[in-house]
């Protein structure tokens, strides 16, 4: 099986590159589908999810191909609009597809999306969107089957600020008859990023990262060229790596302005943060403080900060609460924590995290992409070897995990298929 093998090693040092946003490149590839002719990507990350869409934009009749850092979609004249189930149950941002196939075919049939194994992430809030704008829906054998003359625009009230249900109703107002206006919308700076690209496709959208967004539909859009933004969630990656391993990095691409709440918290653990013209400098010595940790939408602290997090906490000099607020289920890794000697009880969506001196190298198993990040860097803080089997699941959403925190002196190699 596919793994990380992680060995004690000095303090950290030197300089780290943050890749594009595994969280915007999905999306602006699936807007790619919504203007004939070839989209260039800038910035997009060599990771199995972005392979995984290409696949998908592949199989509804685009051409997909890789020049260096970038990925050039060219969209057909006519896509097809059928996504298939096998690439589907792999990925849960395969949703994204169903708003691009509706505003342009008028039709889409997709199986009911995968993905990480962290509770249930139902797509009710996209359907009954697309609903309103004039879709019909029919569900049977596990696919759902939407069709629409033409989408037509409305105020769209969402039941909750969904960041993937913000993305797909955006991609598919911009080719909607009139205006929409979706209230209660996310607010992340993916989305800002995905309205950037659309806006130079020729779409007109207004209040992009603000919780109401106004698009006026067009006609068609064109091919154009965007480059992705940092990923965030791989910075705080990096910043969790300096707080449990010590040392002091230079992040560059790291946008302090996109993790203002996780800054606080990190500072809270006794970390100190500088941003710098071009990231975000470190510095960590010592075991960290105790702070308390609750998810919440942006601009709060992101769901997919708090394995990082947990992982930091659980050999700080103090006793830390983690409540999440978004995800059942995503408390999972702390069963593989505390085989490496965390002390860690989890209640309902709450954590209680006492700190101990030092984890102890074990063999454990990543369930998901961010909780599997996190047990690499747990091995930063232990004694003796730590096995982090399931790397697949990490090759998801980070390019060269391994060889970044080599290149900042961590004893850290992967093996397997993919190493």
Request: charged share 20%; hydrophobic share 45%.
């Amino acid at each position: 099986m596919d793994r990380f093998v992680v060995r004690p090693s000095g303090p950290l040092s030197g300089e780290v590159t943050v890749q594009g946003a595994k969280n915007s490149a999905l999306k602006l590839m699936a807007a790619c589908l919504l203007a004939e002719g070839a989209t260039t990507l800038d910035h997009v990350p060599a990771i199995t999810d972005v392979a995984l869409m290409a696949e998908m934009l592949t199989a509804l009749g685009a051409e997909v191909r890789r020049e260096g850092g970038s990925v050039v979609v060219a969209s057909p004249a006519e896509c097809v609009p059928v996504a298939p189930y096998d690439l589907v149950q792999q990925m849960r941002a395969s949703i994204v597809v169903l708003g691009p196939l509706l505003a342009r075919q008028g039709r889409a049939r997709i199986s009911l999306p995968g993905g990480d194994d962290f509770g249930t992430r139902p797509i009710d809030f996209h359907l009954r969107a697309f609903t309103e704008l004039g879709a019909e829906f029919t569900t049977e054998h596990g696919y759902v089957e939407g069709r629409c003359d033409r989408l037509v625009g409305r105020r769209i009230v969402l039941e909750y600020p969904s960041h993937t249900t913000t993305d797909n109703v955006l991609m598919a107002a911009v080719l909607a008859k009139g205006t929409t206006v979706i209230e209660n919308a996310a607010r992340e700076p993916e989305i800002e990023d995905l309205a950037a690209l659309l806006t130079a496709m020729g779409a007109r959208i207004e209040g992009a990262g603000t919780s109401r967004i106004e698009v006026e539909g067009v006609d068609e859009l064109r091919p154009a060229r965007h480059e992705t933004l940092p990923d965030r969630v791989v910075a705080a990656t990096y910043l969790a790596a300096v707080g449990l391993g010590g040392g002091e990095v230079h992040v560059r691409g790291a946008r302090p302005e996109h993790m203002d709440m996780l800054l606080v918290k990190l500072a809270a653990t006794g970390m100190e943060l500088e941003a710098t013209a071009t990231g975000l400098w470190a510095r960590a010595e010592g075991r960290p403080g105790p702070v308390d940790v609750v998810t919440l939408p942006y601009p709060g602290v992101a769901t997919d900060y708090k394995p990082l997090l947990v992982t930091l906490l659980s050999v700080a000099g103090g006793v830390s609460i983690v409540s999440e607020n978004l995800f059942a289920g995503r408390f999972r890794y702390v069963d593989e924590l505390v085989r490496m000697g965390a002390d860690i009880r989890t209640e309902g969506h709450h954590a209680v995290v006492r700190g101990v001196p030092r984890l102890s190298g074990s063999e454990v198993r990543a369930p998901d992409i961010r909780a599997g990040a996190a047990l690499v860097l747990a091995g930063l803080a232990a004694s003796g070897e730590t096995v982090v089997l399931g790397a697949e699941h990490v090759d998801r959403g980070y390019e060269d995990l391994a060889g970044n925190l080599r290149r900042l002196g961590a004893d850290v190699t992967r093996a397997g298929s993919g190493g």
